[in-house]
């Protein structure tokens, strides 16, 4: 189980701007990869493009021996369900839903609610929320708004975590708390984890750093 990326390029507008500028790159079964780089640099492109989030102007990414952009858009988005798990710098909480609500989505679309509310619970223990659950995002610290992000993202079991600057809002306390349940998925779980992060103490948490710089890895 990996994800390689070859000749990877992604540009945008009119005339064509590169940010990504032929990228090779093998991200490893259970690894922890960080992608850091100033500001500009093309970091959360990169992200994007090996989560499936965007597809890429030429180059070939294959995920387990498959290739995201030649799946129908209905299996794309049952492939990301079921395997890929999203943390951004901002939560993407429904704000008319409950925490323990918004957790359960990703199995509600999946037909799984029953069999995966059980592991959920588990989660709002494990990682201190448990009197989150019948609240709204809005009743919620900035630290706790994330940290249910990060259990909704971890619903499915994913076997790869992207996170895009998930502690970029929060105070240094809620920072290390949310890089230790990142961590620890990737240590306990086996989950990959790709990390884009500003953060140098974070950054050098990974197995594997990768410095991004004007679109090409330094």
């Known amino acids: 189980m990996t994800i390689v990326c070859k000749n990877l390029i992604k540009s945008f507008g009119e005339p064509p701007n590169e940010v990504i500028k032929g990228i090779d790159l093998e991200i490893r079964n259970g690894e922890f990869i960080s992608i850091s780089g100033r500001s500009g640099s093309g970091k959360s492109t990169l992200l994007y493009l090996l989560s499936t989030l965007d597809t890429p102007t030429s180059g070939i990414i294959t995920i387990d021996n498959q290739e995201p952009d030649k799946l129908s ?100 306390v809620n920072g290390k708390i949310v890089m230790d349940i990142l961590t620890k998925a990737n240590s306990e779980w086996g989950m990959t984890l790709v990390l884009v992060t500003h953060e140098e103490e974070y950054a050098e948490m990974a197995e594997t750093e990768i410095f991004l710089k004007d679109g090409l890895v330094i």
């Open 73 to 172: 858009v209905e299996d794309l988005h049952k492939f990301r369900n079921q395997h890929l798990g999203f943390v951004f710098q901002f939560h993407y909480l429904l704000a008319e839903l409950t925490a323990l609500e918004n957790t359960l989505l990703p199995a509600r679309k999946n037909g799984n609610q029953d069999e995966i509310s059980v592991f959920v619970n588990e989660l709002f223990e494990r990682f201190d929320v448990n009197s989150t659950k019948n609240k709204l995002p809005s009743q919620l610290s900035g630290g706790e708004q994330q940290r249910i992000a990060i259990i909704r993202a971890l619903s499915m079991k994913p076997r790869y975590l992207f996170a895009d600057e998930p502690t970029g809002s929060l105070d240094s």
